[in-house]
């Protein structure tokens, strides 16, 4: 499977998307924590599913993308990348603190 990265957010292929998703409507994969940019798909070809309960009050969390042709992700403080059609997870980069010992998430 492949990977893309753009600042902080992971898009990792996957063989299928959970049965059990809601679709939601939108442009947007994730916000920035403290700007507010989005990391935003720029055409209307494609269908994200997410659990609700995964998703918080900013937009963000764990979500599903379907690409239906190649779509640019673009966000304003980083490159555009172009992603392939197929099937996609969608999570936050995270990092391990190798002195704290702890598990977090990289802030974009």
Same mark, same amino acid.
Request: zero cysteines; hydrophobic letters at 30%; aromatic letters at 8%.
């Given at each position: 499977m492949? =990977?893309?990265?753009?600042?902080?957010?992971?898009?990792?292929?996957?063989?299928?998307?959970?049965?059990?998703?809601?679709?939601?409507?939108?442009?947007?994969?994730?916000?920035?924590?403290?700007?507010?940019?989005?990391?935003?798909?720029?055409?209307?070809?494609?269908?994200? =599913?997410?659990?609700?309960d995964d998703i918080d009050r900013n937009g963000n969390g764990r979500k599903f993308l379907r690409l239906l042709k190649p779509t640019n992700l673009s966000h304003e403080e980083h490159d555009t990348i172009t992603l392939p059609p197929g099937d996609y997870e969608v999570t936050i980069v995270r990092e391990y603190d190798h002195f704290d010992q702890i598990i977090r998430d990289v802030a974009d």
């Open positions: 492949k =990977f893309y990265e753009q600042g902080d957010v992971l898009i990792k292929g996957v063989t299928e998307i959970p049965k059990e998703l809601t679709k939601i409507k939108g442009t947007a994969l994730q916000y920035g924590e403290h700007t507010g940019h989005a990391h935003r798909l720029e055409n209307e070809d494609h269908e994200l =599913f997410a659990n609700p």
